[in-house]
């Protein structure tokens, strides 16, 4: 089921404040069950992310790109990026996120390094994601530890580590080698405006007409670009994200089914059902009270 701490809002933006003006840095510990159908949700932010996988197995789509994450390994993010993440055959899956702004790395206002260093890689020709292993993903791990932790001096040493790892990247030519062409980079905009029609209306009836004319693209070519982008069909991923919705409808517990239903887009309860059981294993009633009997254990 969704993870609640996440707010985005609908391009897919992330709102939540990651750290503090002073010292904008923060950990995230995000633990996603399979059989709860828990994931993180497709979204982008303007902080740089590091991951780094504790435990289990986990799906990831950076991009147009789907991968597996295994335990031990990590995972850099670039801003901006559309991303999601999913357990993947393991039960469950740890996952530490540590979010960071750029600007960090770049020190104070004017100097040498944010041009240099810091902007050329998260801004034009940026490198979507790149996967971690060994020392790099261990670095992670270790950042995501002193943020756990925070012990004296902790920013001291978090900022030394991040350098390090940052340093490394580039001396190993890892945000160099598959630098995205300014087409890429207009394309991924292109689908968080497509992204942000569906969220905006996945309670209407939508047509592929009706996305294609809102970006001021052919039928065709709006599927086309869709599930090269996010990986399904519009209409796969609307169904999806309805069904999505009517999960958090279903665990507060308030609404009734024919209620969910016509909330979230559905045409008859009947088909509602159906599909929800496809998605989930489960009737929607016997979701809900197999999650409501879980919460209140």
């Known amino acids: 089921m969704p993870l609640t701490h996440i707010k985005i809002a609908k391009d897919l933006q992330e709102l939540t404040l990651h750290g503090t003006k002073e010292f904008p840095v923060a950990l995230y510990e995000t633990v996603m069950q399979l059989e709860r159908l828990d994931f ?18 986990a799906q990831y789509r950076v991009g147009g790109d789907a991968f597996i ?3 031990g390994e990590g995972l850099f993010i670039n801003a901006s990026v559309l991303h999601e993440a999913k357990p993947y055959e393991i039960e469950q899956a740890l996952i530490y996120c540590v979010n960071v702004d750029p600007m960090l790395i770049a020190g104070y206002e004017g100097s040498i390094f944010a041009p240099k260093y810091v902007e050329p890689y998260i801004t034009k020709n940026r490198v979507p994601y790149v996967k971690l292993t060994g020392e790099l993903a261990q670095k992670i791990a270790s950042i995501a530890a002193l943020m756990r932790e925070q012990d004296v001096f902790f920013e001291l040493k978090f900022w030394r580590e991040l350098l390090f790892i940052w340093e490394s990247m580039l001396t190993q030519s890892l945000l160099t080698e598959e630098m995205m062409d300014q087409s890429s980079i207009v394309q991924h905009e292109r689908a968080k405006v497509m992204l942000d029609f569906l969220h905006a209306h996945y309670q209407q009836k939508v047509t592929l007409e009706d996305l294609a004319s809102h970006v001021y693209i052919s039928r065709a070519e709006c599927s086309r670009f869709f599930k090269k982008i996010v990986g399904m069909t519009p209409f796969s991923y609307l169904l999806q994200y309805r069904l999505r919705k009517s999960i958090e409808l279903l665990r507060n517990g308030e609404l009734s089914i024919t209620e969910i239903a016509g909330d979230t887009g559905f045409s008859t309860v009947s088909y509602y059902i159906e599909k929800f059981k496809e998605y989930t294993g489960y009737s929607p009633h016997v979701y809900r009270k197999k999650f409501l009997s879980v919460k209140n254990n």
């Open 40 to 57: 993180l949700p497709l979204h982008w932010h303007k902080e740089i992310q590091f991951v780094y996988l504790k435990s289990g197995r």
């Open 69 to 71: 994450l295994e335990q």
